[in-house]
């Protein structure tokens, strides 16, 4: 089995700056896609950022110039710093990864549980 387990969520002010981590453990072969969602109440889960084994990028248009996303391929963890943080960045936010269980065998999406992360004065 695949688990991913984030860390890093928590309360901070307008404008300060988190750290969220995720490290994907289990039957992995190879993680070709590690990224970010969000979903705020009320609203769709959407795409925060995400990041290629090669280290291709793709962010949002709303965090560009704020968030950054990285990853270590020999620990299977990803990273998104986030600065200049925005009440309208509060959401719950999940890790997921696009991986190959065995060399040659089918492409698997897994979620992590979510991390809460509130922007609020």
């Known amino acids: 089995q695949v688990q991913l387990v984030e860390s890093g969520g928590g309360l901070v002010q307008p404008g300060g700056s988190l750290r969220l981590s995720c490290a994907a453990s289990g039957s992995i072969f190879s993680i070709n896609v590690m990224g970010w969602y969000r979903q705020a109440p009320g609203s769709e889960r959407e795409l925060v950022a995400k990041i290629t084994s090669g280290g291709s990028t793709d962010y949002a248009d709303s965090v560009k110039g704020r968030f950054t996303i990285s990853r270590d391929n020999a620990k299977n963890t990803v990273y998104l710093q986030m600065n200049s943080l925005e009440p309208e960045d509060t959401a719950v936010y999940y890790c997921?990864?696009?991986?190959?269980?065995?060399?040659?065998?089918?492409?698997?999406?897994?979620w992590g549980q979510g991390t809460q992360v509130t922007v609020s004065s």
């Open positions: 997921n990864a696009l991986l190959m269980k065995v060399p040659t065998g089918p492409t698997f999406r897994f």
